[in-house]
């Protein structure tokens, strides 16, 4: 199974990785009534998943040279299909907090897996593929989205859900692959970048730019249908539509983000962003009825389209040091957010409010609006 142009091949490759990742979403209401535990606790088991994909990521190079895009592509999302199979049968933080940071590790090397073929991909074609390949990555979390809601409407247990997810993904996986050839590496790809980067005072900066879409991304994928749960106590399917409209205005920005980028630039392009996940916040925090909230998760979601992807670009731009180190240094700090993230949120929602754990995002959009000149071309040097 393959397509025919070489930029087809990846978007089905984020698609299909992203769809298995997603079916976990929808069911974190569930997963935390299964397991009978607060936000506080919920907040510090979901750290496993962040943990496992940040360890991996120091590791994944590696193993992808050792295994090959088609190779690991067969053994990374049936992996991380069962772990999420495993976590569904816990009943309690610890074992939930095992089987996600199992899933993590399979995470963190499918991630760079993807972004490097379509990287390799962009060169071999000579066409920006990157934003558009990220677009499929939200498509395929909006289909696996609106499923979960579906199933989780008509009372179908996590277990069996994540069973067929499994069975589906692993066999499509393993049919793409055979019939799938990875792109050439770019020249002088071998250049190795260490462990851990180092960043300087301009890649800070950029980790200061992208922290409040970093944070608004991550509170909307784990927090937002217990938010409709608990704030409005709507039914399952439309506490899914918080987590489904999210990914759906993400996938939607990301889709048309390098015609507006090359149109407007990418600091307009950033403001306008910045500003959708202020109302999308105002609307989240002080809604008085349901449609509202989702109006609001629905800009978050488009605002935090392409925040990150506009940094990670400057920070491959800056001629401070090579592309690699910046873009290393960049992801490996502003991922930390993905760890304290969670615990944080969970906190705030426990002991005072789910609605204030969202309103945390409000003052990083101010520190966002002001480093948002680091993406300037005059000042990546």
């Known amino acids: 199974m393959r397509f025919s142009r070489p930029q087809h091949n990846v978007f089905f490759s984020f698609f299909i990785y992203s769809f298995c990742f997603g079916a976990f979403f929808p069911r974190i209401g569930d997963l935390q009534l299964q397991m009978n535990v607060g936000e506080s606790s919920l907040g510090l088991a979901l750290v496993g998943l962040p943990l496992g994909v940040q360890i991996s990521l120091l590791f994944a190079e590696k193993i992808l040279t050792f295994t090959g895009f088609r190779l690991l592509l067969c053994l990374g999302i049936p992996a991380l299909g069962i772990s999420l199979v495993i976590s569904s049968l816990s009943y309690d933080p610890f074992s939930f907090f ?17 972004n490097l073929e379509a990287d390799r991909t962009e060169y071999r074609i000579k066409k920006k593929i990157m934003n558009r390949s990220h677009s499929f990555w939200s498509l395929g ?3 696996a989205g609106l499923i979960g809601a579906f199933l989780s409407q008509i009372q179908i247990s996590p277990l069996v859900h994540f069973g067929l997810s499994f069975l589906v993904v692993s066999f499509l996986a393993i049919i793409f692959s055979f019939g799938f050839q990875p792109s050439p590496k770019r020249p ?18 950029l980790v200061v730019f992208t922290l409040s879409a970093m ?8 927090w937002s249908i217990i938010f409709m749960r608990d704030v409005f106590s709507t039914p399952p399917f439309l506490n899914g539509l918080a987590f489904v409209l999210g990914a759906f205005s993400q996938f939607i920005v990301r889709f048309f983000a390098d015609t507006f980028v090359e149109r407007y630039g990418p600091v307009n ?11 999308g916040l105002i609307f989240v925090c002080f809604s008085i009825g349901p449609y509202l909230a989702l109006f609001g998760f629905a800009l978050m979601g488009g605002g935090t389209a392409v925040l990150f992807p506009l940094a990670m670009s400057a920070a491959a731009q800056r001629t401070d040091r090579s592309a690699t180190v910046n873009v290393a240094s960049l992801a490996q700090i502003s991922f930390l957010v993905f760890l304290l993230g969670p615990p944080l949120l969970g906190f705030v929602a426990e002991n005072y409010s789910i609605r204030l754990s969202f309103g945390i995002g409000l003052p990083l959009l101010i520190f966002s609006w002001i480093f948002v000149y680091t993406l300037r071309t005059k000042n990546i040097e």
Do not use: H
């Not at 095992?98 to 993807?114: H, T």
């Open 188 to 205: 002088n790809s071998n250049i190795k970048s260490p462990i851990f980067v180092r960043p300087t005072k301009g890649v800070l900066a």
């Open 269 to 279: 392009v950033s403001r306008v962003s910045i500003i959708s996940m202020f109302i």
């Open 215 to 222: 944070l608004i991304e991550g509170a909307g994928i784990d």
């Open 141 to 143: 979390f909006f289909t």
């Open 98 to 114: 095992l089987s996600l940071f199992i899933g993590g590790l399979a995470v963190g090397v499918i991630e760079v897996a993807v």
